[in-house]
């Protein structure tokens, strides 16, 4: 059973630029949620989705978008790059209102110069 | 909204020893509580949780504790082993669907 897989791995952009990443949950996981971390800190929550609908979302501004498709799998886009926007990007899955348990991929390191 | 500070941000202890963790959150609606260990260039891995009616929960040589009134809980790792050595990061959530509100991080050094 495959877990959480994220792609690319890695990515490097200018400012400016528009990034897409994206993920792939857990085998039976519908809820796929996104996460920022910074070098050095805790994640950060961005969004969550469920149903291709985006359900919560922390304090990001409107360039971090994204998606949800009918096969539970998801995007993060962030338009118009920073670079404070560099950092490890985490998707995390899980079983929508079952359960708790939230299981992470391996990131996807930006790096925006 | 939700707050969560972990202490402390390094620990360095000897093999065999044993290594606590420990945080406090601020919203007492949270009734969630997982531990994360992050190896370098890996996601974080769930390694123990914990829920609010529950005070204590135990897997092998980790644990975790909860107090509900202190808005704390703590991980307790026994005869820790080098391949403890991961930055551990605790987290709280109010349940299912919610999202994780994560502490700064402890990275952890076991000395052979």
């Known amino acids: 059973d495959a877990g959480v897989t994220q792609s690319p791995t890695h990515l490097i952009k200018t400012r400016g630029q528009q990034v897409t990443l994206r993920c792939s949950p857990k085998?039976?996981?519908?809820?796929v949620s996104w996460y920022q971390q910074a070098l050095g800190q805790g994640p950060q929550f961005i969004f969550q989705?469920?149903?291709?609908?985006?359900?919560q979302r922390g304090n990001f501004p409107d360039r971090f978008s994204g998606h949800q498709f009918p096969n539970y799998s998801s995007e993060l886009n962030v338009n118009a790059l920073l670079l404070g926007d560099s950092a490890l990007y985490l998707c995390?899955?899980?079983?929508?209102?079952?359960?708790?348990?939230?299981?992470f991929g391996p990131g996807t390191r930006l790096l925006v110069l | 909204g939700e707050n969560v500070e972990q202490h402390p941000s390094t620990l360095s202890v000897q093999e065999g020893d044993s290594a606590v963790i420990k945080c406090t959150y601020s919203?007492?609606?949270?009734?969630?509580f997982p531990w994360y260990k992050q190896e370098l260039g890996k996601g974080p891995q769930l390694i123990i949780d914990?829920?609010?009616?529950?005070g204590e929960k135990k897997d092998q040589r980790i644990a975790v504790t909860l107090n509900k009134t202190a808005k704390h809980f703590s991980l307790h790792i026994t005869e820790t082993q080098p391949e403890d050595s991961a930055v551990y990061f605790c987290?709280?959530?109010?349940?299912?669907?919610?999202?994780?509100?994560f502490g700064g991080g402890t990275r952890l050094m076991v000395k052979p």
């Open positions: 995390a899955s899980s079983p929508g209102t079952v359960q708790e348990t939230q299981y």
């Open positions: 085998s039976g996981h519908d809820t």
């Open positions: 989705y469920y149903e291709e609908e985006e359900r």
């Open positions: 919203d007492s609606a949270s009734n969630y």
């Open positions: 914990i829920r609010s009616n529950v």
């Open positions: 987290a709280a959530s109010k349940g299912a669907g919610n999202m994780l509100t």
